[in-house]
């Protein structure tokens, strides 16, 4: 079983920055490729982030290249996702996903197996 737990999210204006974590169980955690996905109201779920076992290999999107940093720290079985320069655009729920059949950077969702429950990111004007 793999257990995933997201905090780290809130309130923020428009130009700030949050940090969102995501704690992992399992003794495996470093094998895994993961990742980071949002949804905003009416509009369908998003990779924002994807990260390889290791940390060494990252893919972003174009609408948060530059902004976001994802990284992880397989000693505390925790991942990260640094958000810089927020807008309203980035309002959704964030949530952590893990690929335990792949090792690189994982862009298509269906791949994932566990998903954490959601953290909730408002961006305000």
């Known amino acids: 079983q793999v257990q995933l737990v997201e905090s780290g999210g809130g309130l923020v204006q428009a130009g700030g920055s949050l940090r969102l974590s995501c704690a992992a169980s399992?003794?495996?955690?470093?094998?895994?490729?993961m990742g980071w996905f949002r949804q905003a109201p009416g509009k369908e779920r998003v990779l924002v982030a994807a990260i390889s076992w290791s940390g060494t290999n990252t893919f972003y999107p174009d609408s948060v290249k530059g902004r976001f940093t994802i990284s992880r720290d397989n000693a505390k079985n925790t991942m990260y996702l640094q958000m810089n320069s927020l807008n309203a655009e980035d309002t959704a729920v964030y949530y952590c996903?893990?690929?335990?059949?792949?090792?690189?950077?994982?862009?298509?969702?269906?791949?994932?197996?566990?998903w954490g429950q959601g953290t909730q990111v408002t961006v305000s004007s």
């Open positions: 399992g003794r495996t955690f470093s094998t895994y490729a």
């Open positions: 996903a893990a690929c335990t059949t792949k090792s690189q950077p994982t862009v298509d969702l269906r791949l994932y197996q566990y």
